[in-house]
């Protein structure tokens, strides 16, 4: 599967903490995500990440673009709703074009918790 992988400043540590909880599945997929959130999953999980633009300078839209070619099955976003972004339109953007194409869009770690016990899931099964 394709996972974008996304998160505001204030969430990237959340991220790499989740990431590393789930790294052996994370191992079997192509992950993309925003610039900065990208070099920090390198340099601290070892991934191999296809790194777009920072977020506030086009990231979230070259993901949505993904999103509306059909090459991205799930994207994982740790937002953070208390702090405004400067580039919510984008946000905005990217949640509605995942709703048009019905990509699974996890906002927070509980939701992307499931994503990851049901990706554990289909792979035992392929196994």
């Known amino acids: 599967m394709n996972i974008a992988l996304i998160a505001h400043d204030m969430k990237k540590d959340d991220l790499i903490k989740f990431?590393?909880?789930y790294i052996d599945i994370f191992r079997t997929h192509n992950l993309f995500a925003t610039g900065t959130t990208g070099q920090r999953i390198m340099d601290e999980t070892s991934l191999n990440v296809t790194r777009f633009k920072s977020g506030p300078l086009g990231g979230d839209q070259e993901i949505g673009a993904k999103v509306a070619n059909k090459e991205i099955d799930c994207i994982i976003f740790f937002r953070d709703p208390l702090t405004a972004q400067p580039h919510e339109p984008d946000v905005s953007a990217l949640l509605r074009?995942?709703?048009?194409?019905d990509v699974p869009l996890a906002?927070?770690?509980?939701?992307?918790?499931?994503?990851?016990?049901?990706?554990?899931?289909i792979q035992s099964k392929d196994n």
């Open 107 to 121: 906002t927070n770690e509980g939701t992307a918790s499931a994503v990851m016990l049901h990706l554990a899931e």
């Open 19 to 21: 990431i590393n909880q």
């Open 97 to 101: 074009l995942s709703d048009v194409y």
